[in-house]
């Protein structure tokens, strides 16, 4: 779903772009609206991903986990993701992961959307 929204949110700023404008876009200004676009979805993210991480390391891990939780989650997965909370470097790669997909996949959106949407 994720490889989806980015797309999805760098289209949709051209699209109401020119909705609201009534300018189009070229080529290259969809891609530099839909990188904006990503800029913005990754600081919300990394807010939202940042926040996660000091809360699991101030409740002491998984142990801030209900039991019911434990028991649905698959628990390879459940260690995976202990494992990568536990150290600061594996989320700072997170991190810049999650920058170049998310601005890379609006602007790939943005191109689309000034593609398809200048074509009036």
Known sequence: ???????AAGFFAVFVYRR??????NMEGGVWMGWITGLLMFTILAC?????WLFFRAMG???AFPAEFK??????ALE???????????????????????TL???????LGAY?????
């Open 116 to 120: 398809m949407v200048g074509r009036d």
């Open 61 to 63: 891990g998984v142990a």
């Open 80 to 102: 995976t993701v202990t494992k990568m909370f536990q150290n600061g470097a594996d989320v700072a790669k997170m991190l810049l992961a999650l920058f170049v997909y998310t």
């Open 20 to 25: 609201r404008t009534g300018y189009f876009l």
């Open 105 to 111: 996949l609006s602007m790939i959106g943005g191109f």
């Open 48 to 52: 939202l991903l940042t926040a996660f």
């Open 71 to 76: 028991a649905a989650v698959d628990p390879k």
């Open 1 to 7: 779903m994720y490889f989806l929204s980015g797309p």
